[in-house]
């Protein structure tokens, strides 16, 4: 009986033993795993925030990159110019208008003129009560850069408004050309941030941007907007209050404490206070260079918790029914009945766990749809913002086109008014004649007049020629003819200035790879320019040369005006760079013809002719031209 009792003791010390040990492989199976699947979690919680990340950080950019260009634009109208050069003396209501037309048609905040010291001259808001005329804004840094000729832009809370807004600046120019020219004024453009937050609002995360000195300037949690990412010394506060950038703004803590750092750039964070208290956030900071701002996004860490518990369920379904089976198969012929009980049991509840999982499937896969179904719209909006610029580009070109029939204006009213004082002359002479009975000679007179209006009629239909729009297939093109129908239009000017004219190319025609409109249209655009060079010549002479090889055709127009100065020879080509009067052009002209022959496959370079005065070489490739194509296609077909 003793020792029948203590087996039995020694069985039951044992029993407590296993029971322990599978206890404790159970719990540490669980935690390994669930620590294993949250890092998983995490890792995949990371991939979602970088990619939303990315496409909110380029949203961004987009949306403030799109009016870069807006206040350089203005600062060269010379309704503008005008009213700086004698603000006091002019109305102001005129360029007030002209602004809100402006930033009602690029949807922008406002867009204000500052004259030399900072003051406001002229506004889009000038009809509000808060507007910005009169005030001076010496102490912002977008005024500080545009005056130093450079454009300028800053991000801060508007001083009238109290609006947050990202602005844009550039000089204004009365005489660029002068070597020891500033800048006389400023133009300066708000554009407003909240559309791109409400865009925010949509996303299942929460989206942070703070400047360099921690300031949550922008955030899709409305209560977290001028709040500081870390608590601000009272030198900080000072140097802020300085700057203006805030205004009075108090930028209190936003209450954001680490808990684990993952990397440089990923942390795992909570708030102490504020609307995002009580849970945890994975944050993923992306720099943004160009505005010296970093983008944070907050992604909660439910889906990582949800993860770690369904892994360690899964695990501990998995020890125990490992551990069942053991001591079911010990028990084999005892249990027998009870372990069919705990299998249906299982069976149940693992049931439950994959219904779990595959719920959990669904819901990440239509995450992962909804992402890329933004990332599908973010690529059609940039299709459609190219396309939109490929079709300014080509009005830009018919626009120059019309500007220089303008310049021919002038000479084409010389060319038709003598035909028609002409046919006046004529038509009288021939009504006395008739009335004499001089049939033979008002028929003479008859005669002279339909010459004349055949005359009018070429000048008319060069005109249109000129004026029409090109197409987009590059043909052959004869470059004696483009020069000749260049120099046609161009006729009445020459006469005018007395400009003698040399041609040097071969006698047979030679053809190159183009667009016959286009590239006529750089022709008469470089001829243009080198008449109005030669304006003030005692003897002006221009050479039109054709150099022909087998690899390339050179095409080079010649003046004997001033040429061009050797510090402006790398900026001839650039958009809205002018050396000509205020007034008598946007700088555009060279712009867009260097632009038509990069299309064509070519280049255009400018340099000084030995002798004096500017020299254009444009080089194309050549072409066989139709008489060659259609010798070598009978060529080819008797073969």
């Known amino acids: 009986m003793v020792g029948s009792h203590r087996l039995t003791r020694r069985q039951r010390a044992l029993r407590v033993l296993l029971a322990g040990l599978g206890l404790a492989g159970l719990a540490l199976c669980m935690w390994q795993t669930a620590q294993v699947a949250r890092e998983q979690a995490l890792q995949d919680l990371r991939r979602d925030a970088e990619n939303e990340l990315r496409l909110s950080a380029a949203g961004l950019v987009g949306h403030l990159s799109r009016h870069d260009y807006l206040p350089e634009l203005l600062a ?59 005030e001076n804004y010496h102490y912002r840094s977008y005024y500080q850069e545009a005056i130093q000729g450079r454009r300028g832009h800053f991000y801060g809370l508007g001083v009238q408004s109290m609006t947050r807004g990202y602005y844009f600046s550039a000089p204004v120019w009365l ?160 249990l027998r009945r009870e372990r069919e009980r705990f299998a249906e049991r299982e069976r149940h509840t ?12 669904a819901k990440r896969t239509h995450d992962l749809v909804t992402t890329n179904q933004r990332l599908s719209d973010e690529i059609e909006e940039r299709r459609r913002a190219e396309d939109s610029l490929r079709e300014t580009r080509d009005e830009l070109v018919q626009a120059a086109k019309l500007a220089v029939l303008g310049q ?43 010459q004349l209006t055949e005359r009018m009629s070429e000048i008319s239909a060069q005109l249109r020629q000129f004026s029409r729009k090109s197409g987009d297939t590059l043909t052959a093109v ?61 003897t002006p002479h221009l050479v039109l040369t054709i150099d022909s090889t087998p690899e390339q055709v050179k095409i080079r127009v010649a003046d004997s005006g001033p040429g061009i100065a050797e510090a ?37 370079e400018a340099d000084n002719a030995p002798g004096g005065g500017a020299l254009f070489t444009i080089t194309l490739p050549p072409n066989p031209g139709p008489e060659a194509r259609r010798t070598t296609e009978e060529s080819s077909t008797h073969a």
Not at 350 to 359: I, S
Not at 485 to 497: G, I, S
């Open 175 to 334: 005489d660029e050309t002068a070597p020891n020219a500033t800048p006389d004024g400023v133009m300066v453009l708000k554009v407003t941030l909240d559309a791109v937050e409400q865009s925010w609002a949509e996303q299942d995360a929460e989206l942070l941007v703070t400047d360099r000195d921690g300031i949550v300037f922008m955030a899709s949690q409305p209560e977290l907007r001028l709040t500081a990412m870390t608590p601000l010394s009272d030198a900080e506060r000072e140097a802020l209050h300085d700057s203006r950038r805030y205004a009075d703004e108090p930028l209190p803590h936003a209450g954001i404490q680490e808990i684990e750092r993952r990397d440089p750039r990923t942390r795992l964070v909570d708030f102490s206070s504020g609307p995002l208290q009580g849970q945890r956030y994975l944050s993923l900071t992306r720099a943004m260079p160009d505005f010296e701002w970093d983008m944070h996004i907050l992604k909660p860490l439910t889906p990582v918790v949800s993860a770690q518990w369904v892994s360690a369920l899964l695990a501990g379904g998995l020890y125990g029914l490992v551990a069942l089976g053991g001591g079911i198969g010990w028990q084999r012929l005892r």
């Open 568 to 604: 402006q020879l790398s900026r001839v080509f650039e958009p809205f760079f002018t050396t000509k009067s205020t007034g008598s052009g946007l700088g555009l002209g060279l712009s867009i013809s260097g632009r038509i022959i990069d299309d064509l496959g070519g280049r255009i």
């Open 408 to 450: 021919l204006a002038a000479g084409i009213n010389h060319e038709l008014n003598q035909p028609l004082s002409a046919i006046r002359a004529y038509a009288e002479n021939a009504r006395a004649f008739i009335e004499r009975d001089r049939i033979e000679t008002a028929d003479a007179n008859l005669d002279q007049i339909i």
């Open 76 to 134: 060269s109208r010379e309704m503008v110019k005008r009213f700086l050069f004698s603000p006091d003396s002019q109305n102001s209501m005129p360029l007030n208008l002209m602004l809100d037309r402006f930033r009602a048609t690029a949807g922008v905040s406002d867009i204000y003129l500052l004259d030399h010291q900072a003051n406001t001259l002229a506004a889009s808001n000038w009809h509000r009560p808060n507007t910005f005329i009169g």
């Open 350 to 361: 693992l049931a439950r766990v994959r219904d779990e999982l595959e719920r959990n499937v």
């Open 478 to 538: 004869s470059v004696p003819s483009c020069f000749d129908y260049a120099l046609r239009l161009f006729q009445a000017r020459l006469n005018e200035l007395g400009v003698t004219v040399e041609r040097h190319w071969q006698a047979e025609d030679i053809w190159v790879r183009a667009d016959p409109v286009r590239l006529e249209q750089v022709l008469v655009n470089l001829i243009g320019n080198a008449l109005q060079a030669m304006a003030d010549t005692a």
